[in-house]
């Protein structure tokens, strides 16, 4: 026979409806001790009580290693995202709140122009892009045909990624990694008439030639896994994207000159952050 104790805890165990065990449906209405499933003869009350005490010894779930450092690791790039310098130099928010400025009308001007004709090919920013494009060919080459071709992609990706992470994680300065920000977004811009171009090609390549003449990385590329009928939809998702980091990294650098100039204002309180 149980103790006192455990049928306390049977007096206050649920009511079912179905039997935990069978499924039958014609369950006593009084499911006190000793009632049973008429089916297969399941105590309820003792049934209940089992579950209720394997719920209670069940240990809660430990954090694993690896979550416990993705959180850590997020907490860390959160915190210095959200970072706004101790002192506020008037001269330097004011310079830094004119170049915001050039860097939105100026993006808004890239992002405006058409992917796919080529347009965005005439802007300044492509021939700097255009040297870590031929960077990463070189690069990755060690890593076989496909990853060489990538590469080009890569190292113009790279560069401004690579930028961005080292300002905001070793500088501390979000406001620069905003505008690492901004270049990557200029970058993926940059991709997008390449992956439009692939299904039917009509780019002007470096070698003057174009179209099918001259193949570039995104016909191997779509090629190679299959995609080329998908090249203008794939080419008007990463124009978009590009558009998007872009447009984030303006609101991130004005969001941190809106609170150094709160700062700026108010020396002694401490500044609300979002």
């Given at each position: 026979?149980?103790?006192?104790?455990?049928?306390?805890?049977?007096?206050?165990?649920?009511?079912?409806?179905?039997?935990?065990?069978?499924?039958?449906?014609?369950?006593?209405?009084?499911?006190?001790?000793?009632?049973?499933?008429?089916?297969?003869?399941?105590?309820?009350?003792?049934?209940?009580?089992?579950?209720?005490?394997?719920?209670?010894?069940?240990?809660?779930?430990?954090?694993?290693?690896?979550?416990?450092?993705?959180?850590?690791?997020?907490?860390?790039?959160?915190a210095a995202v959200?970072?706004i310098p101790a002192?506020?130099?008037?001269?330097?928010?004011?310079?830094?709140?004119?170049?915001?400025?050039?860097?939105?009308?100026?993006?808004?001007?890239?992002?405006?122009?058409?992917?796919?004709?080529?347009?965005?090919?005439?802007?300044?920013?492509?021939?700097?892009?255009?040297?870590?494009?031929?960077?990463?060919?070189?690069?990755?080459?060690?890593?076989?045909?496909?990853?060489?071709?990538?590469?080009?992609?890569?190292?113009?990706?790279?560069?401004?990624?690579?930028?961005?992470?080292?300002?905001?994680?070793?500088?501390?300065?979000?406001?620069?990694?905003?505008?690492?920000?901004?270049?990557?977004?200029?970058?993926?811009?940059?991709?997008?008439?390449?992956?439009?171009?692939?299904?039917?090609?009509?780019?002007?390549?470096?070698?003057?030639?174009?179209?099918?003449?001259?193949?570039?990385?995104?016909?191997?590329?779509?090629?190679?896994?299959?995609?080329?009928?998908?090249?203008?939809?794939?080419?008007?998702?990463?124009?978009?994207?590009?558009?998007?980091?872009?447009?984030?990294?303006?609101?991130?650098?004005?969001?941190?000159?809106?609170?150094?100039?709160?700062?700026?204002?108010?020396?002694?309180?401490?500044?609300?952050?979002?």
């Amino acid at each position: 026979m149980d103790s006192g104790k455990p049928l306390a805890h049977m007096a206050d165990s649920p009511h079912y409806t179905r039997c935990p065990k069978c499924g039958s449906g014609s369950l006593p209405a009084d499911q006190s001790l000793p009632a049973a499933c008429p089916a297969c003869g399941l105590i309820l009350a003792k049934y209940g009580v089992a579950v209720a005490r394997a719920a209670s010894a069940a240990p809660f779930d430990e954090e694993s290693p690896a979550a416990a450092h993705a959180r850590d690791a997020f907490a860390y790039l959160n915190a210095a995202v959200r970072h706004i310098p101790a002192r506020a130099d008037p001269a330097t928010l004011w310079a830094r709140a004119a170049l915001l400025l050039v860097l939105a009308l100026w993006g808004m001007r890239l992002i405006w122009m058409d992917y796919r004709d080529g347009e965005f090919f005439t802007s300044f920013l492509h021939g700097p892009l255009l040297v870590f494009h031929e960077a990463g060919h070189v690069i990755f080459r060690v890593f076989g045909e496909f990853m060489m071709v990538a590469g080009g992609t890569l190292g113009q990706l790279l560069m401004p990624a690579i930028m961005c992470g080292a300002l905001l994680l070793r500088n501390r300065d979000p406001f620069a990694a905003a505008v690492g920000l901004w270049l990557f977004g200029v970058s993926v811009l940059d991709v997008a008439p390449y992956v439009f171009d692939a299904l039917h090609p009509q780019l002007t390549l470096l070698n003057g030639s174009t179209g099918e003449q001259g193949g570039h990385d995104w016909m191997y590329l779509l090629g190679e896994t299959g995609l080329t009928k998908r090249a203008q939809g794939l080419g008007w998702i990463t124009h978009k994207l590009g558009a998007l980091m872009l447009l984030l990294s303006l609101y991130w650098a004005g969001w941190v000159l809106w609170q150094q100039k709160l700062r700026l204002d108010n020396p002694v309180e401490e500044v609300t952050r979002i």
